[in-house]
Nanobody
């Protein structure tokens, strides 16, 4: 069974930084599109960033210039570096893996941005 395990969430003040990491197991990681989604209370889950098997990236407009997604195929990890965090970035962040019609999700990690 595919496993995606996130880490690195927590609480930070506005303007601060956090780095999320997701380690995948039981998948052929190198062929997967990997990504991060988030869901704030009372809102729908939304795309944050994705990175393709070839390294191409895609970001939500709300995080462009502040967040950076990266992957390490040797370690089966995908990271999300989050800088200049804002209160509206507060959400549960989910790691995501996709290949054709198969989609997989992690259990989520909480990020809280508050003064």
């Amino acid at each position: 069974q595919v496993q995606l395990v996130e880490s690195g969430g927590g609480s930070v003040q506005p303007g601060g930084s956090l780095r999320l990491s997701c380690v995948a197991s039981r998948i052929t990681f190198s062929i997967m599109t990997m990504g991060w989604y988030r869901q704030a209370p009372g809102k729908q889950r939304e795309l944050v960033a994705t990175i393709g098997s070839g390294g191409s990236t895609n970001y939500a407009d709300s995080v462009k210039g502040r967040f950076t997604i990266s992957r390490d195929n040797a370690k089966n990890t995908v990271d999300l570096q989050m800088n200049s965090l804002k209160p509206e970035d507060t959400a549960v962040y989910y790691c995501y893996a996709s290949f054709r019609a198969a989609n997989f999700w992690g259990q989520g990690t909480q990020v809280t941005v508050s003064s």
